[in-house]
Each structure stands twice: as structure tokens, then as C-alpha cells.
């Protein structure tokens, strides 16, 4: 049996529609919609995200994880990235997922790194994002960034939010997964402007 419940939110700074699908008996993972009609993005998600650990990745890529059962790494620089890649990220060198650690979010180390890499960067009107929020139990297996002070210091790391996940995250690890979509907003459609290219005068 699925449950769905929707509802409307409007704050200060967003007005957002949330569905919420409740999980399949069979599925434990539970399936959040979250559609952004304006506003900032990451400050309505962060009562979703704050004191969480979670992977990012674009709706495009659901159906291939959905499919094997899990979020691989992406050691050899084939899969499709989400965020840009980088043959020298150390927790790609490691052969880990990457993850966005917010558990100590409130605090003044990562409230000074978390803009270096935001959760929402691949988010557009186009295309929506998940996120993927691992399960508290499967805290002790993450590897944390400052390991990477006693490694080779050339490698790409955000200090303080970013943790990797050694081998794949399997779907069962996965606690919920949001569904994050947006509208075009006043920002977006400024960036979306400057960046289409100017064609030619011949």
C-alpha cells in the first residue's frame, strides 16, 4: 500500500509544494518530492539535510541506480558526474562515494567551507536532483576528509562537509531519498541568459 500526502509551504523566503510518498512494504527506502517554486533552494532544504549525511546526485542517473541497487563510485572517472570531475579528488582516489557531511553543519568550520560545494549545485529548471540520505547506522563506515591532511595535500577535498562512503552505498543503506525540483527563477533564468552563447555576425 503507498501513502501520499500533499501540501503547500510558503515562508519568508520560499513558496514550495511537498509530496510525500510513503515507501512500498517492500521498499524501505522512504521517496520525498520536493518542488521549489522560488526562493533560496539550500536554505529550504537544509531542515531536510542539516545534521544528515547524503549523497547528491541528478535525476538522471535514478533509473541506472534504481536498477543495480546502488550508488557506485566512481573510481575510474566513467560514470556520469553530477558535480564536475576530478582525477585528483581524494575520496575518488580512495574508491569512495562521495558525501556531503552536514552533521556539524551549525558549526563555524563547516558554516565556512559548505559554500566550496553546494548540495544544489546540479539543480536546475531542467533537471531535478536527488538526495540520498544514508541511514545513521551506517555512520561508522564513513571516511572522514582530514585523513587527507597525512595524504598527498594536492588532492581535491571540501574540509569539514565532505566524507566518503568506502565502496558502493546499497539502496538498503539509503534511509530517505529526496526529489528536488525548481521552477525558473529570477537567478536562473539571468545565468541561463549570460551563459547561451552570442551567435556570430558573418
Not at 52 to 60: C, I, L, Y
Not at 106 to 116: A, L, R, S, T
Not at 118 to 138: A, N, Q, R, Y
Amino acid at each position: 500500500m503507498r501513502h501520499r500526502w500533499e501540501t503547500s509551504r510558503q515562508t519568508e523566503n520560499a513558496n514550495t509544494i511537498l509530496t510525500c510518498c510513503g515507501a512500498h512494504l517492500l521498499d524501505p527506502m522512504k521517496k520525498t518530492e520536493i518542488h521549489i517554486e522560488q526562493g533560496d533552494v539550500l536554505e529550504y532544504l537544509m531542515p531536510f539535510i542539516k545534521g544528515k549525511v547524503f549523497h547528491v546526485s541528478r535525476v538522471s542517473n535514478w533509473q541506472s541506480i534504481r536498477v543495480i541497487g546502488k550508488i557506485l563510485p566512481n573510481k575510474n572517472g566513467e560514470l556520469k558526474t553530477s558535480f564536475g570531475s576530478s582525477s585528483n579528488s581524494y575520496f575518488k582516489n580512495k574508491g569512495c562515494v562521495s558525501v556531503f557531511d552536514y552533521r556539524n553543519i551549525h558549526e563555524e568550520e563547516p558554516q565556512e567551507h559548505m559554500y566550496k560545494c553546494s548540495p544544489t549545485s546540479p539543480l536546475t529548471p531542467e533537471e531535478g536532483i536527488v538526495i540520498f540520505i544514508l541511514k545513521e547506522k551506517f555512520y561508522n563506515k564513513l571516511v572522514l576528509w582530514d585523513g587527507w591532511k597525512q595524504d598527498d595535500l594536492r588532492q581535491m577535498v571540501v574540509p569539514h562537509v565532505e566524507a566518503g562512503f568506502p565502496d558502493a552505498i546499497e539502496l538498503s543503506q539509503i534511509g530517505e531519498a529526496l526529489f528536488v525540483t525548481m521552477d525558473e527563477t529570477e537567478s536562473t533564468c539571468v545565468f541561463r541568459i549570460l551563459s547561451t552563447p552570442v551567435p556570430s555576425r558573418s
